[in-house]
């Protein structure tokens, strides 16, 4: 059995997992929520779920490795869900996370294209790391592009 129903049934068993104390797969279990969520079969409610337990795990006290991986699919679910500013927002106060997941952060926040988004990509223009100006300024640019009022006609 393939579609929405299988693949919500296996991003549960992942979940499992995931809860389980001693698994040495966690980082592979989002690993493979990631590439579900990379199919499109979920239905958007389905999906808004999963990312909404992603973005916890990738705000928690957890490794590098699990926070990554949690980054990492929701990256993922930016290009077949549309994803609502809502549920990504709490990533826009993670201020003190590594460069690198900043760069997930920014880029997921940058294709939601919802205007309160702006403000908070903004602010990391000014961040000390190149690469975290770099994902803020393609981000900013990816806003602005998706406000676009112009573009509405074009489309």
């Known amino acids: 059995m393939t579609g ?11 979940w499992q997992e995931l809860d389980a104390p001693d698994t040495g797969r966690r980082d592979g ?5 990631g590439d579900v969520l990379e199919t499109g079969l979920l239905a958007q409610d389905d999906a808004v779920r999963v990312v909404e337990r992603l973005v ?8 590098y490795a699990l926070r990554e991986s949690a980054l990492h699919a929701v990256c993922t679910a930016t290009t077949p869900y549309g994803l609502p500013y809502r ?12 460069p690198i997941l900043l760069e997930y952060v920014l880029g997921v926040l940058g294709s939601t294209g ?3 988004a702006l403000p908070a990509v903004e602010r990391f223009l000014r961040h000390p790391h190149p690469g975290v100006r770099r994902e803020a300024a393609d ?9 676009d009022p112009a573009r509405e006609g074009t489309a």
Do not use: F, T, Y
Not at 29 to 33: H, Q, R
Not at 140 to 146: D, I, K, Y
């Open 29 to 33: 279990c989002l690993e493979a929520v």
């Open 4 to 14: 929405p129903k299988s693949s919500m049934a296996w991003i549960e068993s992942a």
């Open 56 to 63: 916890a795990v990738a705000l928690s006290g957890e490794s």
């Open 139 to 147: 981000a900013v640019g990816e806003l602005r592009w998706r406000l």
């Open 114 to 116: 919802d205007r309160a």
């Open 87 to 98: 549920v990504v927002a709490p990533l826009a106060a993670a201020d003190g996370m590594e």
